[in-house]
């Protein structure tokens, strides 16, 4: 499984409607908490936190800014 880094910008694959979190919605990693999950939290626009909450790896998909040669 590959590692997600502190700070990456990450969506989520599926709706957390007990969270109130929606599919495609955009976070930040904030902490590793095992080698399966992490912290993530949720802004809105203005940067005001809207949620702080665990997930699993594979309930995210990690995002990128650059080219798959300038991430590698």
């Known amino acids: 499984m590959a590692t997600t880094q ?3 910008t990450v969506a989520l694959l599926e ?3 007990s969270l ?3 599919r495609g919605q955009v976070g930040t990693v904030v ?3 095992s080698d399966s999950s992490v ?3 949720f802004s ?3 940067g005001q936190t809207i949620s702080i909450e ?3 790896m594979d309930q995210l998909l990690t995002l990128y ?3 798959s040669e300038q991430v590698a």
């Open 15 to 17: 709706s957390a409607p």
């Open 65 to 67: 800014y650059a080219t």
């Open 31 to 33: 902490d590793r908490l």
């Open 54 to 56: 665990a997930f699993p």
């Open 20 to 22: 109130n979190l929606v």
């Open 39 to 41: 912290l993530v939290e």
């Open 44 to 46: 809105d626009l203005d």
């Open 6 to 8: 502190l700070l990456a």
